[in-house]
């Protein structure tokens, strides 16, 4: 009977994999942190990226498990769409990691703490929703942390308006200016996935309460 609960897909893999993949996101922008606090450490590039890669053989793992199972315990279409917008965290983490070691020379006495604060609260609230789906947890529950996460995403817009007015109001270099404006703008694409994930669980499991 194992093959039959396989196929009908009554085993827990699905949240397995999406727990997983929510939880290689939240690596991701611990190691950035970890990179940020210490530039010279290349190790923490060459653990993002594995961890990205880890993250794509989870997602490609899931279109596996897709096309081998018959039933899935949520509909195809959701289990894509939170995998994808789950994989996109740690990809987008990875390139505003890649800019910033490239760029370093430039941003002496630059801080990103503010935003990497925001985005550690960003990953940990998605990496919970993403295991209530599984736990069926009550639908007032969910709410509360997709309003946490549009809560941290409007105050990283606030800080984004904020870091810009002194960039364009203040007597700087206009490359550097160039420069953290397009890594503020990466790390305001990273909350961004984050909110699109959350939104996608809330979904779910508004869909099934």
């Known amino acids: 009977m194992k093959w039959l609960k ?30 940020l606090k210490n530039p010279v450490e290349i190790a923490a590039l060459d653990e993002m990226a594995k961890t990205r890669r880890k993250d794509k053989r989870i997602t490609e793992e899931i279109t596996e ?8 315990p949520l509909e195809r279409e959701d ?38 604060d925001i985005l550690e609260q960003t990953t ?28 941290l995403e409007g105050e990283a817009d606030k800080l984004i308006l904020k870091l810009t007015h002194d960039l364009y109001t203040g007597n700087h270099d206009p490359l550097k200016v160039i420069i953290q404006m397009d890594l503020y703008d990466i790390l305001e694409k990273v909350i961004d996935r984050c909110r699109d994930a959350g939104n996608i669980v809330f979904q779910i499991v508004l869909k099934y309460s």
């Open 65 to 72: 498990q897709l096309c081998k199972t018959f039933v899935t």
């Open 79 to 116: 289990i894509e769409a939170l995998s994808s917008a789950l994989y996109r965290i740690p990809k987008t983490v990875e390139k505003f990691s890649e800019k910033y070691l490239l760029c370093r020379p430039y941003l002496e006495g630059v801080s990103f703490s503010k935003q990497t």
């Open 6 to 35: 396989k196929l009908l897909g009554r085993d827990d893999k699905f949240f397995d994999l999406l727990e997983a993949s929510a939880r290689e996101a939240e690596s991701s922008v611990g190691l950035m942190v970890k990179m």
């Open 124 to 151: 940990a609230t998605v990496a919970k929703m993403v295991e209530h789906i599984r736990k069926r947890t009550h639908l007032d529950k969910i709410k509360e942390e997709n309003d946490q996460l549009h809560y």
